[in-house]
């Protein structure tokens, strides 16, 4: 809400700084191409000006949405997490079933991250590259990468449980999650680059370098 506020703010009050300025000159507030001439009458120039705010509303909004979707995608992916962590390490020898639950728990949860790669990678590239500054994509690094420590800390988290008074077949299930667990979650942008804050550290020094031999 508050992102999506934030944006608003900003369109209105370039907006305003165009009505304020260049409004009765007839000047658009972002500058485009017309079959018409805006300037021909005050009838075009308002209709047109009415147009590229609410396009540019529209744009705002859907943006914010995206981007506050993917975020809220990783945090239910690490409270996810945190509620596998906390069933394996209190898990009793005789709570077979619950510890079968566990398993496929973890197994739906990797699979749902396979969902969100599948639908936001592409995304996720092309936002890499234009917006790698942006404040919204460090949220995006800073929450993945706390996706990514939370599933590699999972079978460190079996090892605190009482998996000692626990049969055989109840540890070969922890040893498929540990398994598993070995490979963290982790969102790839455009099924190259991971979306953490090493791959934007990299980055950044990448470009720094560039610069500097640039000058």
Request: charged residues 15%.
């Amino acid at each position: 809400m508050f992102y999506t506020i934030q944006n608003g703010s900003c369109l209105v009050g370039l907006v305003g700084i165009t009505m304020a300025t260049g409004f009765r000159f007839k000047k658009l507030t972002f500058r485009a191409w017309t079959p018409y001439d805006v300037t021909s009458s005050w009838l075009c120039f308002y209709l047109t000006f009415v147009y590229q705010f609410v396009g540019a509303m529209v744009i705002s909004v859907g943006i914010s949405i995206f981007d506050t979707l993917f975020a809220g995608l990783l945090l239910q992916i690490c409270c996810q997490l945190d509620i596998l962590v906390s069933r394996l390490h209190n898990i009793q020898g005789t709570e077979i079933e619950s510890l079968k639950h566990c398993v496929w728990h973890h197994t739906t949860i990797f699979r749902f991250v396979e969902l969100v790669n599948d639908l936001f990678s592409k995304i996720m590239g092309v936002q890499f590259m234009i917006s790698t500054v942006a404040i919204c994509f460090n949220i995006f690094q800073v929450t993945e990468s706390n996706v990514k420590s939370q599933s590699l800390d999972v079978s460190n988290r079996i090892y605190d449980s009482n998996w000692t008074d626990l049969d055989n077949d109840a540890k070969k299930m922890l040893v498929v999650i540990m398994a598993r667990s070995l490979t963290p979650v982790e969102i790839i942008s455009a099924y190259i680059l991971p979306v953490n804050l090493e791959s934007f550290k990299g980055v950044s020094t990448q470009i720094c370098i560039k610069r500097k031999k640039q000058k």
